[in-house]
């Protein structure tokens, strides 16, 4: 079998503070996800990259600022974002979202 199985249980959260986790999840050079755990009230600060990004919310609220325009979403939402596109977010009710790369962030493995 050539496919790259993980438990989610067997990967640590890394603490990036502010009340902010991450797990890096499977991944292929093509494509990775991410699980992003979120306190009330932390940032994930605006940024950029060049990776086409979708997002799925698990659970929580996040208000995120997408281009510079305001857009809140809760579970079961779903944002696609393009290459380069500045965006980021305030947790608005504790909860988690999946992001989804492509091509994989190389920066999340260093």
Do not use: W
Request: with cysteine; aromatic share 8%.
């Amino acid at each position: 079998m050539n496919a790259n199985v993980v438990y989610q249980k067997d990967v640590p959260l890394k603490d990036l503070g502010g009340g902010v986790t991450r797990r890096v999840l499977a991944y292929s050079p093509g494509l990775m996800i991410v699980e992003v755990n979120f306190e009330k009230d932390s940032v994930g600060a605006v940024h950029t990259h060049p990776h086409c990004q979708n997002t799925f919310v698990k659970s929580g609220r996040f208000r995120f600022t997408i281009d510079g325009e305001p857009v809140e979403v809760g579970p079961g939402d779903t944002i696609a974002f393009p290459p380069d596109i500045p965006h980021g977010t305030l947790c608005l009710e504790p909860g988690t979202l999946l992001d989804v790369f492509a091509p994989m962030r190389e920066d999340f493995v260093k």
